[in-house]
């Protein structure tokens, strides 16, 4: 007799995946370095930006009380600076001070003059200046704190470094930079059919596909892979490594074997390892056939052979998984709103994750459309998707021109939960 499987919600198997995401530790690493990882403190401005006014012009710093009620003003040059440069001589009335963008405006001047708006004179060996208009003060500086002040959080916990962040860590100092360690992520195809990658095809067997977009989607995910390489359809083989590879991994994914075949040997593996079966069958297409088990609290994540139904298991189930176990607070796909490119008129009773396309329509609207074959066991739509169209189970199908729900695969800002209030737009 086949073992009955009762799909849950993948809402619930979600859930049921991200109470085992643990809090990983933090590592230290060199500024350069940090680029994509997730930060591990609060990024607090421990000083203002600027941290001094300046000049955001070439030109002269003047005292606009000089100029006040003024039609011409001429100023005598009393010394010149370039960024990084002080002048320190104390302001005398009527007097200006050379200055470059970014050159700290000198004590006891209150504005900037734009080098075109100058007439400049020689007059006995002396540098003047002829102004013909009057100046407040304040014009033309960039003042003290303008940008961001000492005390505000300018980046949370747990957030994706990016090129702006590189940028903050820099200019507070982070010449080392708190990051959570990355986890490792084991990865183990299993199937008699599958050749290595440099192998030529024989009748009856495929190059086995899954092992090296799953690495590619560790690596998206923000995660560390360790390749495990492709087992025959063995239960003594699949089992050994399998148990030895838990040892050296923070999460392991097998892909293939979860089914009900006579060689699908994922779930007797999961029995004698006394593994906690979360769930083995989820209202999803593809990848209904995603299996999770916990083994002294490492997931064990038993995806399908089919290629699609891979992808989408990983991208649903183990990306939040490993986001959150560094301290992401929106782990999730990101979702959004999206014209559907195509029809679906079949009704499916469960959730659909269609691997489309995204487009940035002229009007304005983002459409989404199928990236191409659209079978759990198609690897070919695989290569032109950047987002999931999410089509919920009912009675009733899709046509093109609805609104609908897409997740971004490429977006690294992410989503809490995100599946709450999915309604179909023919409601
Ligand atoms: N009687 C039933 N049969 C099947 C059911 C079912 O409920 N009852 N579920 C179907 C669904 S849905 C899926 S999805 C697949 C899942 O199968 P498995 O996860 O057990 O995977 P395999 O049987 O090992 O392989 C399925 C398919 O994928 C190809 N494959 C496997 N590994 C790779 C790889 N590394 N790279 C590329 N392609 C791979 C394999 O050759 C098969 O064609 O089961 C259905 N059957
Ligand atoms: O797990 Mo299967 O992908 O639903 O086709
Ligand atoms: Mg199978």
Redesign the pocket.
């Known amino acids: 007799m086949?073992e009955k499987?009762t799909p849950i919600p993948v809402g619930d198997a979600v859930n049921r995946v991200m109470k085992f995401a643990g809090t990983g530790k933090i590592e230290s690493v060199p500024l350069q370095q940090a680029y994509g990882r997730f930060l591990a403190v609060d990024l607090i401005a421990d000083h203002d930006i600027p941290a001094f006014d300046r000049s955001p012009y070439d030109g002269f710093a003047i005292r606009s009380e000089d100029t006040l009620g003024k039609k011409r003003v001429m100023l005598q040059v009393a010394g010149e600076i370039g960024a990084g440069s002080l002048h320190t001589k104390p302001a005398e009335p009527f007097e200006a001070v050379r200055i470059m963008t970014g050159a700290a405006i000198p004590k006891g001047f209150d504005a900037v003059v734009m080098l075109e708006l100058v007439k400049e004179h020689t007059k006995e060996g002396k540098k003047l200046i002829e102004l013909n208009r009057a100046y407040n003060k304040g014009d033309n500086v960039s003042f003290k704190g303008e940008d961001t002040q000492e005390g505000t959080v300018l980046v949370k916990k747990g957030t994706v470094i990016n090129a702006g962040i590189s940028a903050l860590l820099a200019a507070f100092g982070y010449h080392q930079v708190p990051v959570s360690v990355k986890p490792v992520i084991g990865v183990i195809?299993?199937?008699s059919?599958?050749l290595e990658v440099e192998e030529a095809l024989e009748p009856g067997k495929?190059?086995?596909?899954?092992?090296y977009?799953i690495l590619s989607q560790i690596e998206r995910a923000g995660a560390e892979a360790l390749y495990f390489g492709?087992l025959k359809?063995d239960f003594d083989s699949c089992y050994k490594t399998i148990q030895k590879a838990m040892e050296q991994v923070d999460l392991l994914i097998t892909?293939?074997?979860?089914?009900?075949?006579d060689?699908?040997y994922?779930p007797a593996i999961y029995e004698k390892l006394n593994a906690a079966v979360l769930f083995n069958?989820v209202a999803m297409?593809?990848?209904?056939?995603t299996t999770v088990a916990e083994v002294n609290g490492k997931l064990l994540f038993?995806?399908?052979?089919?290629?699609s139904?891979?992808y989408v298991g990983f991208e649903l189930f183990a990306r939040p998984v490993i986001r959150k176990s560094q301290g992401n607070k929106q782990p999730h796909l990101k979702k959004v709103k999206a014209v559907l490119g195509a029809d679906f008129k079949k009704a499916n009773p469960f959730m659909r994750f269609v691997r489309g396309r995204i487009d940035f329509e002229e009007d304005g609207r983002i459409s989404v459309t199928p990236s191409g074959f659209n079978k759990?066991?198609a690897?070919s739509s695989l290569a032109d998707a950047d987002a999931f169209i999410l089509l919920p189970g009912g009675t009733r199908g899709y046509e093109k021109g609805m609104l609908v729900d897409a997740l971004l695969l490429n977006d690294v800002s992410g989503s809490e939960w995100p599946w709450e209030n999915i309604v179909p737009s023919y409601r």
Do not use: F, H, Q, W
């Open positions: 086949i499987r195809a299993t199937g059919e599958l495929i190059r086995n596909s899954n092992a977009m492709k359809d892909t293939g074997g979860v089914s009900v075949g060689y699908d994922l069958k297409r593809p990848g209904s056939v038993g995806l399908s052979g089919n290629p139904a891979c759990s066991s690897v």
